[in-house]
């Protein structure tokens, strides 16, 4: 299989590489991976040592709307295979030895310095008390979600997998977040739902959606980010 060309600076044009169709490989896979070897942020992450290329999702939501610091502690959900946990810890300078980012998927995630990594689905009861066991008697300061449904191919149904996860995500940001908290979740196709946005301008001083470069521009994921929780009484 030929590998991508590697690009030379940082306004290098890279050649597009073609992959040759296979009988044994179906035609949409065939298309996946000749995206990828052209992508520009596939090798950028492999270059930087990025787990994927969602790395830099989160890197330019930072740079844009300034969601990291220092000493923050932060939840990653659905943080396989782990690239925001890595943007997450070197931003706010986690440790092993005082680790202040908490992972969760049910897929396996290699370990990433200064990360608690919980193989755990987050749709079960027990995933939010263990995520809070984790946190060790702290609130976060930034609840992150990068969770995607398995789909179906049925778009009715997608959705509504997608909005409760979504919803499911918020309610978690909501128990755990400290005042002044941000979250930011992945969203889908129309948007969030009405209802879950309404209740998120209520908590927080500022609620919008984003979507970053690295999203690939035939995606129909944009970002919900909320900033300034306004603290679980009101």
């Not at 440790?95 to 193989?119: A, H, W």
């Not at 008697?137 to 979504?166: E, N």
């Amino acid at each position: 299989m030929a590998k991508p060309p590697r690009p030379t600076g940082s306004g290098a044009r890279q050649l597009k590489v073609r992959v040759k169709t296979s009988a044994r490989r179906k035609p949409a896979s065939t298309r996946w991976l000749q995206r990828q070897l052209n992508d520009p942020y596939v090798a950028r992450a492999r270059e930087q040592g990025y787990k994927s290329r969602a790395a830099f999702k989160l890197i330019e939501l930072d740079e844009k709307h300034k969601l990291l610091k220092p000493g923050m502690r932060v939840v990653d959900l659905g943080c396989a295979p782990g690239g925001w946990l890595q943007v997450a810890a070197r931003a706010t300078r986690s440790t092993d030895v005082n680790p202040k980012i908490v992972g969760i998927d049910y897929l396996e995630t290699s370990p990433v310095p200064g990360c608690i990594i919980l193989q755990k689905d987050f749709t079960q009861d027990d995933a939010p008390d263990l995520l809070i066991e984790a946190l060790a008697g702290h609130r976060a300061d930034l609840v992150l979600s990068d969770m995607a449904a398995p789909t179906t191919g049925h778009k009715p149904t997608d959705h509504l997998r997608i909005v409760a996860l979504v919803e499911m995500a918020a309610d978690f940001a909501l128990d755990v977040l400290a005042p002044g908290g941000t979250f930011v979740a992945k969203v889908f196709q129309g948007g969030t739902e009405q209802e879950l946005l309404a209740l998120l301008k209520q908590k927080f001083k500022s609620t919008f959606h984003a979507k970053p470069p690295a999203s690939r521009k035939d995606s129909a994921e944009t970002y919900l980010v909320a900033k300034g929780f306004k603290g679980k009484g009101l």
